[in-house]
């Protein structure tokens, strides 16, 4: 005879996802509000792409396994056609711009909100699924759709509370691309190296100057003694990348006059050729766009040490970097870092439609953004108000049809409640419930009441407190704390004037304790 606790199902979370709670969900959809706030008053438009694309449109990797999985996860449809969630928001905007470009208008102005899944391994604040807040403008050529890109950007952390606490950093991968031909990495034969010397230059932050001169040399061992394997790079070529990172500054980098020069004797070393010479015309424009517009480099700066998406960006990159200190888990004071980013892949359309549609684009870490609201103590929830309850004193039919239309009263006159579901015999569970899920109010009738028309309101709240003060049990029958009787059809308007009463206790103990 088989053991039935053997045959029971182990509730588990898969590992990389995570449950949210009504709170989380709650602040988040109102951290989303404020965004599409902004968004709305820059004339963007919403639309929404399915979580599942199909695996080439993704433009991720090339299948040539049984089972793609490099970074996705996929499933095979019935036409044998794989099929993955989609791993960014992008290219499936990409897809859509394309698959509609003869019916929208260009620029194709666009926000979309949504979950992206990653088939990484997870780890520490590193999931499986997380949302991601995109705008793009597509078909918008010029530099000033990214120069609007960044001031949008701006403007969006400051209706989030972060004013000062930002700044948006721009760079040009045609900066980062002249360099690396100037180099000698011009070639494609060179596309493994040029990766590798992109990325060790994306550590700047995290390492600092020696750290990524040994990741562009020989390379680098970390505190637990893996070796990472360096770029080789001649100690000129490392000297002219780490002046770069180093600037800090388009002006710094750059000679006065009308000729673009480096100031930098690593820098001045090298030829100045078109690819850095367009990046940083490019660079000075957006410069003096943002300038124009009233935003300061305090808010927008020009940092060539920027370094984002390895793959498929094509001109201006930009990131907003959160400036405060935060105390990490280890109790360490560390600077929060990036919250979002993006730039310009005018490469990404054209692999569908086989003709140039420039376009620009920006992603929001949601949950990253929302963590760091969270310790600024900015994470605003709009207060929500638990259900007033309707308690079950009867079981029969006529009984539960009145404690139903009283419920039905409450929620047509826009009053949270509900009526008691559980086991109505046992009335302390059901005031034990409301006491849990925090009601304000139980409405209580009796056969008595009923028969009377009258009901009883009980103050949960105000009974809790005074619960506390009185110990006598004759006071407390004499008392009848915080509850009132009153007849059936004043019920709406009393329910209205004792969570009034509330509200006002509550807010004048919040400024008791400000």
Known sequence: MSNPKSQKLKARLPRGFVDRSAEEIRASEHMLAKIKGVYELYGFEPIETPAFEYTDCLGKFLPDTDRPNAGVFSVQ??????????????????????????????PFRSYRA??????????????RQFMQFDADSVGAPGVGADAEMCMMFADTLDALGLKGKYVVRVNNRKVLDGVLE???????????????????????????????RLLLAEGRKDESGDFTKGAGLPQAAIDAIIEILESGSLEALLAEGETLAFKTPGLAALPMNAALSDGFTELKIIS???????????RIRIDPSVVRGLEYYTGPVYEAELTFPVTNEKGEVV???????????????????????????????????????????????????????VTVMDGDVAALAKYQ??????????????????????????????????????????????????????????????????????????????????????????????????????????????
């Open 77 to 106: 449809d019935d036409d044998e056609q794989w099929m993955s969630l989609r791993y960014d928001l992008t290219a499936p905007l990409a897809r859509h711009v394309a698959e509609h470009i003869n019916e929208i208008q260009l």
């Open 114 to 127: 949504g979950w992206v899944f990653r088939n990484e391994k997870p780890g520490p604040g590193r999931f």
């Open 182 to 212: 100037a180099i000698g990495l011009g070639a494609d034969a060179d596309n493994e190296k040029r990766l590798t010397v992109l990325r060790a230059m994306d550590k700047f932050d995290k390492f600092g100057s020696p750290g990524v």
């Open 288 to 298: 003096e766009l943002v300038r124009g517009a009233g935003y300061g480099a305090d």
């Open 335 to 389: 600077q929060f870092g990036s919250v979002g980013g993006g730039g310009r892949y005018d490469g990404l359309v054209k692999r569908f439609t086989g003709r140039d549609v420039p376009a620009t684009g920006f992603s929001i870490g949601v949950s990253r953004l929302m963590s760091a609201l969270k310790n600024l103590g900015k994470l605003d929830v709009a207060e929500v108000l638990e259900p007033v309850l």
């Open 405 to 514: 239309a009283m419920t039905q009263q409450l929620r047509a006159a826009g009053i949270r409640s509900e009526m008691y579901q559980g086991n109505w015999k046992k009335f302390g569970n059901q005031l034990k419930y409301a006491d849990k899920r925090g009601c304000p109010l139980a409405i209580i009738q009796g056969s008595e009441e009923r028969a009377n028309g009258e009901i009883q309101i009980k103050d949960l709240i105000e009974g809790k407190r005074l619960s506390g003060e009185i110990t006598d049990n004759v006071t407390w029958r004499e008392s009848r704390p915080a509850q009132e009787t009153v007849r059936e059809t004043d019920l709406v308007e009393t329910v209205r004037k004792m969570l009034v009463a509330q509200a006002e206790d509550r807010s004048r103990g919040k400024l008791a304790n400000a």
